[in-house]
T-cell receptor, first 113, second 114 residues
Framework: GEDVEQSLFLSVREGDSSVINCTYTDSSSTYLYWYKQEPGAGLQLLTYIFSNMDMKQDQRLTVLLNKKDKHLSLRIADTQTGDSAIYFCAEEPLYSSASKIIFGSGTRLSIRP | DVKVTQSSRYLVKRTGEKVFLECVQDMDHENMFWYRQDPGLGLRLIYFSYDVKMKEKGDIPEGYSVSREKKERFSLILESASTNQTSMYLC?????????????FGDGTRLSIL
């Protein structure tokens, strides 16, 4: 069945890079997403990658996709206190109806001084 | 910018009450979704709708129903609220499939059932 897994917590020192990892199971997935949730708010789309790409870079964010291993990662360079949030990985299977996507349980990123 | 508005940020209700959570989007999106979010469980899909008056069950529809009488509005109904329905509820909408049509979320409703 469809499943997306990610570790629950990550702690990083301010200024270092953060790497959040995710594995998914549906090899038909066309798009893979990263969403960010700040305290008390809904989810905000950070970035996405199409399944025929290996890498996508957007300012401080780098997404790497290993389709063979069904592994997705999000790297945040020069992590700042404003990056503290929960980060959700999500996949959109090819045959999903109405753009239904499957979310992981979220990784809580905390920044230490 | 896409705006998804949930009618309440916080709501407190009693066991057995009928509860309505309202969601409105302003982008003429076909698809709308209701999720609940619980610590360690991520987002779980309750119901979604791909057109007016059309609905499909998600992964955890038990105890819930939905209504979509107009394209912009998607309501989640707890017919008889129970304490295990205390949770954060998130509404989302999207225009279609694919990365250029992602789901956009409201700010959530934190519902407590006493």
């Amino acid at each position: 069945g469809e499943d997306v897994e990610q570790s629950l917590f990550l702690s990083v020192r301010e200024g270092d890079s953060s790497v959040i990892n995710c594995t998914y199971t549906d090899s038909s997935s066309t798009y893979l997403y990263w969403y960010k949730q700040e305290p008390g708010a809904g989810l905000q789309l950070l970035t996405y990658i199409f399944s025929n790409m290996d890498m996508k870079q957007d300012q401080r964010l780098t997404v790497l996709l290993n389709k063979k291993d069904k592994h997705l990662s999000l790297r945040i360079a020069d992590t700042q206190t404003g990056d503290s949030a929960i980060y959700f990985c999500a996949e959109e299977p090819l045959y999903s109806s109405a753009s239904k996507i499957i979310f992981g349980s979220g990784t809580r990123l905390s920044i230490r001084p | 910018d896409v705006k998804v508005t949930q009618s309440s940020r916080y709501l407190v209700k009693r066991t057995g009450e009928k509860v309505f959570l309202e969601c409105v989007q302003d982008m003429d999106h076909e698809n709308m979704f209701w999720y609940r979010q619980d610590p360690g469980l991520g987002l779980r899909l309750i119901y979604f709708s791909y057109d007016v008056k059309m609905k499909e069950k998600g992964d955890i529809p038990e105890g819930y129903s939905v209504s979509r009488e107009k394209k912009e509005r998607f309501s989640l109904i707890l017919e008889s609220a129970s304490t295990n329905q205390t949770s954060m509820y998130l509404c989302a909408s999207s225009g279609g499939q694919g990365g250029n049509q992602p789901q956009h979320f409201g700010d959530g409703t934190r519902l407590s059932i006493l």
